[in-house]
């Protein structure tokens, strides 16, 4: 893999760990309004998800970002993305009008950021990775 593509890898990870770190930690610091939101959703077990979510956003996000077990991570949060936008922006059961278009371009983003996950899932972390560390020494 050439130098640009790795770079390219690198900054893509950056990007994609951090869309889920930070409303990770916006959950916790809005815990309660998350909480009524999914419910205003119909998300089942909320009480266990949201911890979980939050874990997994966190967590995962950063294994991303570090390229540490990326492929994993990647996969795994491309699944939470999934299931998120089936229930947070399910456009399909909600009348015609902005509310609507605004859940269908949030669930539309948030597929491409599923199809960049799967798409880290398949090829790599790149060099620059922990995944990548034994390699990158000489």
């Keep these: 893999m050439r130098v640009i593509e790795n ?12 869309y889920f770190i930070l409303p990770g930690l916006m959950k916790i610091s809005n815990y309660q309004g ?19 979510t939050i874990v997994l956003q966190i967590a ?12 994993f991570a990647a996969f795994i949060l491309a699944g939470l993305t999934l299931v998120i936008c089936i229930y947070m922006h399910n456009f399909w059961t909600m009348e015609e009008g902005v509310a609507r278009a605004h859940e269908m371009q949030n669930f539309v983003k948030n597929m491409a950021i599923m199809g960049g ?3 880290i899932s398949a090829l790599g972390t790149g060099k620059f990775s922990l995944d990548n560390r034994k390699s990158n020494q000489v």
């Design 60 to 71: 995962l996000g950063l294994a991303v970002i570090l390229g540490f077990k990326g492929k």
């Design 117 to 119: 996950l799967l798409i």
């Design 7 to 18: 770079i390219c890898l690198l900054l893509g990870r950056l990007l994609m760990g951090s």
């Design 34 to 52: 998350t909480t009524e939101y999914m419910l205003a959703h119909n998300v089942p077990a909320t009480a266990i998800l949201l911890p979980i």
